[in-house]
């Protein structure tokens, strides 16, 4: 961003649950990557549930603060029901078959309960549940929760500890991660078209030894090897397996790859010349105040894009960021802010800015800056989920190596790792981490 010193962190952002369970934050501590709170006992005790923060601010769309007590009302009963989510796990009986219906349902029945006996605040309860909702989508990667599967959702595991970011940004660990090994080891920028592999394949001019696998890259280049292990997003795996793998990848795991979810959960950076936050506003949260989860969202997403948006986190320190809040909207509408222009983001963002604080002359930012993660041709979104009519099974049919058959005396070609292969981590670094790690002693025993 042209006037902060600091960065902004397109892809991962935090530590998810920074504890002594998470080799992420365990290898960062190491290193001495961390800040001093990241450190603490507190911090890394602290039991979050994957979420960040309450709101310091809610905005409504009539350019109001909402009352704070009506906003941590609806997200506490949200979070209750969130939390009875769980519950279904290895039910033979499930009340719904996604997270949002059976959200939904719950949210019907408690209605006439909340929020006291006047229309008004009755209709606030619902448009920050509308919000929460919203919110989830984003943790889950998700366009919408009618998507994610209920049984298995309580299969995720959230560590313990306050979510933490890394002060020389998320690419200081794999630096240093790579610094331990020899120069050239890492080719960067080689593309891969198609690896194949359950073959006979010979470096020329050495007719002793045959490889099983070969990798052709798109620059012409072609690498021979005894394992390949595939980390490519399954976003990337369920627009391209077919044609990315010769011979193509057995039906098995091909329909995992098909039912899986895979979604988008992008960021909106923008930077300020002044900040029109408080100092100690950590999360600004965003709510459309005719909003209601038992209304179906307006499908016109040139119009209402803008409405995903779940709020603004405010970069910290501001002496190392500049004046910077960072946006996070998902799915459909995440996926069509991608087609605009950094014009019509940042005209649409101040729009949304001036209405919600209610200052029409707020002043618009003066830089933006988003990730597009839909349209990165090796991505095609962000991070999966586990989607109605698929199972954790499915995950591990996902990272299950290649050739399967035990009677096949060659060792293994293809290993599946990345966060979509991870059980209980999925979506995650650690869970990226954890699955790499764990191809890699997979090789060592053979």
């Known amino acids: ?265 992008n960021k909106i950076f923008l930077e300020f010349e002044q900040p029109f936050w408080e100092p100690q506003q950590q999360l600004l949260e965003v709510v459309w105040e005719d909003e209601s989860p038992l209304e179906e969202p307006s499908a016109d997403l040139e119009a209402n894009w803008f409405k995903k948006l779940i709020g603004f986190v405010v970069l910290q320190p501001p002496e190392q960021h500049g004046h910077v809040l960072c946006g996070f909207i998902a799915g459909k509408e995440s996926e069509y802010m991608e087609t605009l222009s950094d014009a019509e983001v940042l005209s649409t963002m101040t729009r949304v800015l001036r209405t919600l604080t209610g200052n029409a002359q707020l002043p618009a930012p003066r830089s933006v800056l988003r990730s597009q993660w839909h349209s990165a041709p090796y991505t095609r979104g962000s991070y999966s989920y586990v989607a109605v009519g698929s199972s954790g099974d499915d995950i591990d049919v996902l990272a299950q190596p290649l050739p399967e058959d035990p009677e096949d005396p060659r060792p293994l070609q293809l290993l599946f790792a990345g966060e979509a292969t991870h059980r209980t981590f999925y979506s995650t670094t650690h869970g990226a981490l954890l699955s790499g790690w764990r191809e890699a002693e997979r090789l060592n025993r053979l």
């Open 1 to 265: 961003l042209p006037a902060a010193s600091g960065l902004a962190e397109i892809g991962a952002h935090w530590i998810h649950g920074p504890s002594p369970g998470n080799p992420v934050f365990r290898l960062a501590t190491r290193f001495g990557l961390l800040g001093p709170e990241a450190a603490r006992e507190e911090n890394q005790q602290a039991e979050v549930g994957g979420h960040p923060p309450l709101p310091s601010v809610t905005y409504g769309s009539s350019g109001r603060v909402l009352s704070p007590q009506a906003v941590s009302e609806a997200h506490d009963l949200f979070d209750t029901l969130l939390a009875s989510t769980r519950a279904f796990q290895g039910a033979a009986e499930l009340p719904a078959p996604s997270v949002g219906q059976y959200l939904r349902g719950e949210i019907a029945r408690r209605v006439p309960a909340l929020g006291g006996d006047t229309e008004d605040s009755q209709q606030l309860q619902l448009a920050v549940l509308a919000a929460c909702l919203k919110l989830e989508c984003c943790i889950s990667g998700t366009h919408s929760l009618d998507l994610v599967a209920l049984e298995p959702f309580g299969e995720y595991i959230c560590l313990p500890g306050l979510d933490c970011t890394f002060p020389g940004g998320y690419s200081s660990l794999p630096d240093r991660m790579l610094s331990a090994l020899p120069e050239g080891t890492v080719l960067l920028n080689k593309a891969v078209r198609t690896i194949r592999w359950r073959g006979a394949f010979r470096e020329e001019g050495d007719e002793a030894r045959d490889f099983p696998v070969r990798v052709e890259c798109e620059d012409g280049d072609a690498f021979l090897a005894d394992h390949v292990i595939v980390t490519v997003p399954l976003g990337f795996l369920k627009e391209r397996h077919q044609d990315f793998f010769q011979p193509p990848l057995p039906e098995r795991k091909a329909e995992a790859i098909r039912r899986l979810g895979f979604g988008t959960n």
